[in-house]
């Protein structure tokens, strides 16, 4: 199983600063993973959440599961530690994925307490981020 996990305000995709994360919907996004991951036969579930501990509840599942996780944490990237210290314990990869290129935004987005415990990170490449992740995913076989 592979779990794409969206964090805080990226429930609101489409209509939160379209100038910054596009017209995409966060529905739009859900399909566009469910479609990606029907054509390369992978077992995927999308969810977003604003509240932390239900983040670090899926995050605990994903471990004991030993599932491929693909993150996008929103704002809690650049501070949150208990986010980080779940990625941790995760046993199978994590993708964090940033729709926007956080280098060319603000300095406070510049840093990601999350990518030093990540497998590997896709920034700036709008909503396409996620299938890159899924895409990478089925290439190395999970
Ligand atoms: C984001 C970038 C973060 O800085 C921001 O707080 C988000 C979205 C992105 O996908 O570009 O909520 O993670």
Not at 5 to 15: A, I, Q, W
Not at 29 to 40: D, F, H, M, P, S
Not at 102 to 126: N, P
Request: aromatic share 6%; charged share 20%.
């Amino acid at each position: 199983m592979i779990y794409v996990l969206n964090g805080p305000n990226l429930g609101r995709l489409g209509t939160r600063e379209p100038e910054v994360y596009g017209s995409t919907s966060y529905a739009d996004l859900v399909r566009l993973c469910a479609q990606t991951a029907e054509r390369l036969s992978l077992k995927v579930e999308v969810r977003q959440t604003d509240a932390e501990f239900e983040m670090l509840r899926w995050l605990h599942d994903a471990a004991d599961e030993s599932a491929h996780v693909v993150l996008n944490p929103g704002a809690w990237t650049h501070y949150n530690i208990a986010i980080r210290d779940a990625c941790a314990m995760l046993r199978g990869k994590l993708i964090e994925v940033h729709i926007s290129n956080v280098h060319q935004r603000e300095d406070f987005r510049h840093k990601s307490v999350i990518s030093g415990v990540a497998t590997g990170v896709i920034i700036g490449l709008g909503v396409d981020g996620y299938r890159l992740a899924l895409e990478h995913l089925a290439q190395v076989g999970v």
